[in-house]
């Protein structure tokens, strides 16, 4: 087996059963990438047993940090059960289900989503993809299914020096496939959906949204960057008279349109706009027109802490554009997924918004992902979707 060891002091987010360790944490030791490695102390006392990863500045990602627990076969058979226990016992209201959240789940790199009876799997770091074979078979045995794709052509497989790969892993046949959510119906394709093809991480935001739109008899509803229309049908379903949903892609909004007719919506009711949000943002308030409700769920902005900066002016200005558009009593659901933003700042990124638009607001609730995206109290970069609920004044 072997053995990197750690400079003095740098064990210590290992002693917190934080999984990572970066390069800069180092002395000496090095592997094959994937390769299991025993981290030890200055000191050369264990800390983990760890995957190596000479290309990522997370040089190891930690699989256990009981020294007599063997990493093989066996220890993925018993994690992927203890992830799909917790996932059966939270009985997820969905088709559509996170079976495995990485770091989060005792996998790091590796993500399972199910819909339906396909599994869609992302391998996203060099452990996991050292282990691709043995993890697949596992799954499929843990889950009794037979239906696996990949889809690792995340940008994180580059920091890893891996190249993105898709396709079947087990089984074959169409990737075009629909779960059933609250009631509703979603189409989506794992082959060329964004992420594993569908954003499960919203799913108590979309029921709480069609929620808040039913309580407050919101009639206007503004949906930016609506992507396949999970919001839109969500605000059809709460009672909404008009849904505008703005996305840049073409072919999201053909698929938006068609969740809105699988649910039994009138298409009237819609309005779709293949355009830049920003811009029709401001092309609504010169228009003079007003919203009763409005989500913001921008793609991710800033991935780490380095892009923070950039990504707060981005974030306050269609904060900024959209409390104006909204309508005094009227709520706004505004999201952000990027990992280098926390809670905190982007509350003050919200506030700051508001105070340049000139509108106060109430914080009625604070959101995150679904339950079956867990945050360990390990290991808080598992917050990585953070949302507020804000009723203008």
Request: glycine share 10%; aromatic share 10%; net charge neutral.
């Amino acid at each position: 087996m072997k053995v990197i060891r750690l400079r003095e002091g740098r064990e210590r987010s290992l002693l917190r059963r934080h999984p990572w360790v970066f390069d800069s944490a180092v002395a000496r030791g090095g592997a094959d990438p994937g390769e299991t490695v025993r981290v030890e102390d200055h000191e050369g006392r264990f800390r983990a047993w760890a995957a190596f990863s000479p290309a990522s500045k997370i040089r190891a990602r930690a699989w256990s940090f009981e020294e007599g627990e063997r990493i093989d076969a066996a220890f993925f058979h018993r994690r992927l059960r203890e992830a799909l226990n917790l996932r059966q016992r939270l009985k997820v209201p969905s088709e559509g289900v996170r079976l495995v959240h990485g770091e989060s789940d005792g996998l790091p790199g590796f993500v399972v989503d199910r819909y339906g009876e396909t599994l869609v799997a992302q391998f996203l770091s060099a452990g996991a993809e050292r282990w691709k074979k043995v993890l697949a078979d596992a799954l499929l045995d843990v889950t009794g299914m037979q239906r696996l794709y990949e889809r690792s052509d995340a940008n994180a497989r580059a920091l890893e020096g891996l190249a993105e790969t898709t396709g079947w892993l087990r089984g074959e046949g169409p990737t075009e496939v629909a779960i059933a959510e609250y009631g509703w119906k979603f189409a989506l394709d794992v082959a060329t959906g964004h992420k594993t093809g569908f954003y499960l991480d919203q799913r108590e935001n979309r029921a709480r949204f069609a929620d808040w739109v039913r309580r407050l008899g919101a009639q206007r509803v503004l949906n930016c960057y609506c992507y396949t229309g999970g919001f839109t049908v969500a605000a059809l379903a709460g009672g909404a008279a008009e849904v505008t949903s703005i996305d840049s892609s073409g072919p999201a909004l053909e698929r938006a349109g068609g969740n809105v007719a699988l649910n039994g919506f009138e298409a009237s009711r819609c309005e779709f706009l293949d355009a830049d949000v920003n811009a029709s943002l401001r092309r609504f308030g010169e228009a003079g027109r007003q919203f009763d409700a409005i989500v913001l769920d921008p793609p991710k902005l800033a991935p780490t802490v380095a892009h923070a900066e950039r990504a707060a002016r981005a974030y306050k200005d269609i904060n900024r554009l959209a409390l104006k558009l909204l309508a005094p009593g009227g709520v706004l659901f505004t999201f952000s997924c990027s990992g280098g933003i926390s809670a905190d700042l982007f509350h003050k990124i919200v506030a700051s918004a508001g105070t340049d638009a000139g509108v106060d607001g109430y914080i009625a609730e604070h959101l995150g992902a679904a339950p079956d995206h867990p945050m360990t109290l390990a290991f808080p970069e598992g917050e990585y979707l953070k949302g507020l609920v804000v009723i203008r004044k």
